[in-house]
T-cell receptor, first 112, second 113 residues
Framework: SQKIEQNSEALNIQEGKTATLTCNYT??????LQWYRQDPGRGPVFLLL???NEKEKRKERLKVTFDTTLKQSLFHITASQPADSATYLC???????????WGAGTKLIIKP | DGGITQSPKYLFRKEGQNVTLSCEQN?????MYWYRQDPGQGLRLIYY???????QKGDIAEGYSVSREKKESFPLTVTSAQKNPTAFYLC????????????FGDGTRLSIL
C-alpha cells in the first residue's frame, strides 16, 4: 500500500532563509500531490497542488517540485518569516477516487 | 464568508455514550469527508460522501456512523463501539475529484471522561 514519509523532526530555519520540506512516497506515482499548512488547533489549509506531469509549481514565496523518479516532492518557502511557522502536510490522490493519503507533517519553526 | 463549521470545539464522552459531531458547509461542495488526527500520524479517513444520500467507508470506519441527508451537512456519530475515540476530528469538503483541494473546518477535540 502507498505510504508517505515526511520528516518527523521539527525543522528550524533562520528568518530570511529558504525552508525546504520533503515528502517521499513508497509505491505508485500519484496523479496529484497537494501541500497544506496546519496551525495548532486548526484545520489544514490548502496551499498548492502539482500534477504528475508537472515538474514545478510556484505561488508567491512558495514552490513545489515533483520528481516521479525519486518518488519525492519538495516544498520550498523563500524569504521565510516567523509567520510561516506551522506544520506542513503533503497528501497524495489515490487514483481516480476522492480519497487522499496524508503524511504526518513536518513542523517548521522560523526563528527571528 | 463561505466555509466549513464544525461544532462543538471540545466534546467529552462518557463510557457507553454515543456522541455526534456537527459539520456544515456553505461552499456548495458535493463531496464531504471526516478524518481523525492523532499525534504523529497522518490524517486517517473515517467516511466520505460524494453526493447526498450516499457515503462510503474510509480506512477506519469501525465504531463510527454518518448520514448525508442534505448537501450542506455531514454529521459524524462516534458510537460506544469505538473504544479509543480520543482524537482531533476534522471535517472537509471539496468539489470532488482528486485534483480538487479540500477545505477544512477547525476540528472537534473529543476526550473521554
Amino acid at each position: 500500500s502507498q505510504k508517505i514519509e515526511q520528516n518527523s523532526e521539527a525543522l528550524n530555519i533562520q528568518e530570511g532563509k529558504t525552508a525546504t520540506l520533503t515528502c517521499n512516497y513508497t509505491n505508485y506515482s500519484p496523479a496529484y500531490l497537494q501541500w497544506y499548512r496546519q496551525d495548532p488547533g486548526r484545520g489544514p489549509v490548502f496551499l498548492l497542488l502539482i500534477r504528475e506531469n508537472e515538474k514545478e509549481k510556484r505561488k508567491e514565496r512558495l514552490k513545489v517540485t515533483f520528481d516521479t523518479t525519486l518518488k519525492q516532492s519538495l516544498f520550498h518557502i523563500t524569504a521565510s518569516q516567523p509567520a510561516d511557522s506551522a506544520t506542513y502536510l503533503c497528501a497524495l490522490a489515490r487514483d481516480s477516487n476522492y480519497q487522499l493519503i496524508w503524511g504526518a507533517g513536518t513542523k517548521l519553526i522560523i526563528k527571528p | 464568508d463561505g466555509g466549513i463549521t464544525q461544532s462543538p470545539k471540545y466534546l467529552f464522552r462518557k463510557e457507553g455514550q454515543n456522541v455526534t459531531l456537527s459539520c456544515e458547509q456553505n461552499l456548495n461542495h458535493d463531496a464531504m469527508y471526516w478524518y481523525r488526527q492523532d499525534p504523529g500520524q497522518g490524517l486517517r479517513l473515517i467516511y466520505y460522501s460524494q453526493i447526498v444520500n450516499d457515503f462510503q467507508k474510509g480506512d477506519i470506519a469501525e465504531g463510527y456512523s454518518v448520514s448525508r441527508e442534505k448537501k450542506e451537512s455531514f454529521p459524524l456519530t462516534v458510537t460506544s463501539a469505538q473504544k479509543n475515540p480520543t482524537a482531533f476530528y476534522l471535517c472537509a469538503s471539496s468539489r470532488g475529484g482528486p485534483n480538487q483541494p479540500q477545505h477544512f473546518g477547525d476540528g472537534t477535540r473529543l476526550s473521554i471522561l
